[in-house]
């Protein structure tokens, strides 16, 4: 015998003023299988659940129908309500007569009629339901990383520093990302090397750290808690274990080709590490334009090697790690001006990106901080940055990107600086000093004789005796055309996706946003969440971001994945799909549609069948639809479940 | 042997002949066929016709299209303003099929259907892809050896870029590479992309902003010592070759810097008649670029 | 006699189309009282028999709403459900049904506006088709 109370919500006018409620509460008292109606004011107020909790005790309820609003309010508190009372949470069911019914309708006759047929399916449902528990599964207790720049590098930190093991994979050869390139930082001008170093060294020392440099991860498989983790440990032709870090080999080395760190400001030998303070502090052998390896001559390195790591025929290693939860922190790439023809990055000479201004302007980069023409070497003494090369454009990318304004103004600043008599123009749409000081930044910028010109650069053209760049611009301050010639010119170029990107969104099964970077569960409550679960992003590989908002995000991160692996168990929803092995023939047409991977075909004595991994299945119901036999069914969304309900609302049956 | 429907426009028969007579005689040689449109109308100009009644313009230009299309043949312009006409309203057209049906119902009143069958396309490509460079150059028999050619590519053939797509629209080369093929020098100049003057309907409402522009592209090709411009579009031919008359009558000022379609400067580098190129017809004469040529072959 | 008041039944995604027809109520929106939602899971968890079956009890229009195109929260639910709908729009020709009681749409948890004008305009097109024979009993 089943006894269903119903509860319906007069949400004071919401529904009430539309609904006759009291007509409503008779109506559904004489339903099959009711055995209790009741309304009330606010039914999710304390006394409202009070209501439901002693009726469940006291009046025996085995299910319950809460008429009120949509299920996406407040489903969750009546579940409680339900546990409370010692009733299992999954034999609730909500008529969404608010959302759905209240406010989308004014005819009070014809609504009161409408919240009864809502009534009527809810009750053929909950009839139906069966009552569900939770599984839980264990949680291997560490947290996967993958990327290095200040965003990995925080939350690894903190993750080991709360206690808990960090696996972090990096591409590159050093640990330390675009943050290193960067000579100084806005707005305190702090050099990035001394704000930076001091957490790179940390992460080497900390044993809770297991790092991987000069490595990918080539596959990602499993769930939320029981990732696993296939590692590539690419070859640096030498063995790590017995390099000291020396330098000699990087001296001796005759080969010197463009260096891709410098932004091919300088040069870099073929055997080399990417800068004085790497971490790991351990040379690569650049395959490509190593003597030795291409033509089979040289060898310096060998012979000079004091502790004789060199080993040009060392290949790559796989390694296999396991973790609970991952965190995406692979950053950015900076948009390529080339395809901004009008800009003539690439032909001219003098017109260079911001970030190889950055290397110019590093202490330790290529010019030693000394910022030189590239055609002549000669000091510029009236330099242009030119905003927004790439970003807010509906030609390249729509988006703003956020740290270029900013980063001009540093670095107009700090030429101004070093030569007060240099004449610097800053061509820009609008100004965009958001974040915590940077106002003051810009105004400082103004005082100190930087100009300020508003208006989209139309095109750069070179004067060819000189070799120096003109803009033209349109001066919307002025309301006319200008042309201004210049010893040099910096593109102010934004963030874009990493050019990689899509390898691990695919590993990865996350989504993109229209803007190409990684897609957060929710743009303003779930900012480092994705829609897979145990998978969280950090920094600029969600979006462009300056450091400031990339500590914040990547601290978030950590917290993301320390909720997912403090705990030994994790508790997994059952609303999923389930294999009525009797039924099943082993087709695999399920587990051809199902995006997780979530069926596997197992073979038993006689035959084959589909096993779903609960702890994978997502609950979309798809291979359930996708079975010719009817043997799968999505649990508490079962064809019987719905053809009921249709019968209440269209057939008239109760 | 290749066909084409040949789209001429109205600059082109009234008032600069050559440039016909000179591509069909050229293109006879590399065994194509240019064949008439017979009934064609002004195309009518993209810039401002389509500003004023877009769906007024491109029934005309549907019609042209649509009696080009009877031939069979895809169909080629000779000036970018008719290219820009014509290749935008086939754009706009077999891409939005409700537009289609309606000017369709226009054009039913004349008896016409535009049915998007044929591509359109400019005489550049027609040398540049169908006969190619590496054959322009081989065919040449007068070097050019010397000549210093400014190349001005026009507006309408490269922009908009999304519907065009024909590759680097800041910095076009296949224009450049034609000219080499021919012996001759391209140089660079200032504002090489720069517009003539002649479009947006500017010359007809404001000559004096219109001569601003030429005199300043002119300046710049002296500047850079051109012995002559050539050029891809016939609104900008009669800018270059009229606007000179015009500035000299005006302001007085004096560039007698000689303006050839490419197809007249491959036909001198094919050792045409110097009648046949229509040059004679033009504003400014072409005596001294002649003279250079004729020196050099000395 | 009283005019035709089509019985409607919505299949709604639970992660867009559902979340838009809750949108549609919060902004206030008026839309026919003719239509009753149900939620599931994903639009790719509707079986056609269910489009089916509501048809054979009666409902004279039926709607399957889900996320947009590349939208969709597990990933391909929506294709799926696009496949199956137009394949079940051929067969219902052959079973004599009028596909146009069959409608699939896409609509965003942000799009309550289009909630709102997509029933608007399906009942108004049903109430032209009139009832669904089926239904009269
Ligand atoms: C010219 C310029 C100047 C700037 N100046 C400032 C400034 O003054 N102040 C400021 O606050 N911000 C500044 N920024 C912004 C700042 O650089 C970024 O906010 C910051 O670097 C973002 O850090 P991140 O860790 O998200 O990304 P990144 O620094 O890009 O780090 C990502 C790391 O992940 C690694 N990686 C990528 N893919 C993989 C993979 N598949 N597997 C393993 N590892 C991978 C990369 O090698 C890299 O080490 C500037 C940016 C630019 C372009
Ligand atoms: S979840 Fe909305 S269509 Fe799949």
Known sequence: MTNIGVYICHCGTNIAGVVDVEGLTQKVAKLKDVSLAKDYKYMCSEPGQDLIREDIKNRNLDRVVVAACSPRMHENTYKKVLASAGLNPFLLEIANIREQASWVHLDKEKTTDKALDLIKMAVAKVRMDEPLTSLSANVIQRVLVIGAGIAGIQTSLDIANIGFDVVLVEKEQSIGGRMSQLGKTFPTLDCSACILTPKMVEVSLNPRIKLFTYSEVEEISGFIGNFKAKIRKKSRGLDESLCTGCGLCQEKCPTKVPSEYDEKMGKRKAIYTLFPQAVPNIPVIDRASCLYITKGKCGVCKKVCPAGAIDYERTDEFIEEEIGAVVVATGFDPFDPVSKEEYGFGIYRNVITGLQLERLLHAAGPTKGEVVRPSDGAIPKRIAFVQCVGSRDEHANKYCSRVCCMYAIKNALLIKEHHPESEIFIYYIDIRAFGKGYEEFYKRAQENGIKFMRGRVAEIFEEQKSRNPVIRADDTLLGMVTENELDMVVLSVGMIPRSDSSKIQKMLGLAASPDGFFMEAHAKLRPVDTLVDGVFLAGTAQGPKDIPDTVAQAKGAASGALEVISHKTLQLSPLISEVDERLCRGCGDCKDVCEYGAIEIVTLDTHKVARINPAICKGCGACAVACCNGSIKLRNYTDSITFAMLDATLGGAV | ?298 | MTEFSPRIVAFCCNWCSYVGADLAGTSRLKYPDNIRIMRVMCSGQVFPSYILKALELGADGVLVAGCHIGDCHYVSGNKKAQERVETLLRVMKTLGLDPRRVRLEWISASEGMKFASTVKEFVEEIKELGPNLLGVR
């Open chain 2, 1 to 298: 042997m290749k066909e084409y429907a040949t789209f001429l426009g109205c600059i082109i028969p009234n008032r600069y002949p050559g440039i016909e007579a000179t591509s069909t005689s050229i293109l006879k040689y590399f065994d194509i066929e240019l064949l008439p449109i017979n009934g064609a109308s002004c195309c009518p100009a993209p810039g401002v016709f389509s500003c004023f009644h877009l769906e007024s313009w491109l029934a005309i230009a549907a019609r042209n299209i649509a009696i080009g299309e009877e031939t069979g043949q895809d169909i080629v312009t000779m000036c970018n303003g008719c290219y820009g006409s014509l290749a935008e309203a086939n754009h706009l057209l077999n891409g939005n099929k409700e537009l289609k049906d309606k000017i369709n119902e226009i054009l039913s009143k004349v008896g016409c259907e535009f049915k998007g069958n044929s591509k359109i396309k400019h005489m550049i490509e027609v040398f540049s892809e169908d006969i190619g460079v590496k054959k322009i150059q081989e065919s040449m028999k007068n070097t050019l050896d010397g000549i210093k050619v400014c190349t001005h590519y026009g507006c309408h053939f490269l922009k908009p870029s999304e519907i065009k797509k024909h590759g680097s629209s800041e910095r076009p080369r296949f224009l450049d590479d034609i000219v080499r093929a021919t012996g001759a020098e391209s140089i660079d100049y200032k504002d090489k992309t720069m517009c003539c003057g002649f479009g947006g309907g500017v010359r007809a409402k404001d000559i004096d902003v219109t001569l601003d522009f030429t005199r300043e592209k002119l300046k710049n090709i002296i500047l850079a010592g051109g012995d002559c411009i050539v050029d891809q579009c016939a609104s900008c031919h009669l800018e270059f070759d009229r606007g000179q008359a015009e500035i000299k009558k005006i302001y007085g000022e004096e560039f007698r810097l000689p303006v050839l379609y490419f197809t007249q400067l491959i036909g001198l580098g094919l050792g045409m008649e110097q009648k046949k190129l229509g040059l004679e017809f033009q504003n400014i004469p072409a005596q001294s670029l002649l003279d250079k040529i004729n020196g050099g072959r000395k």
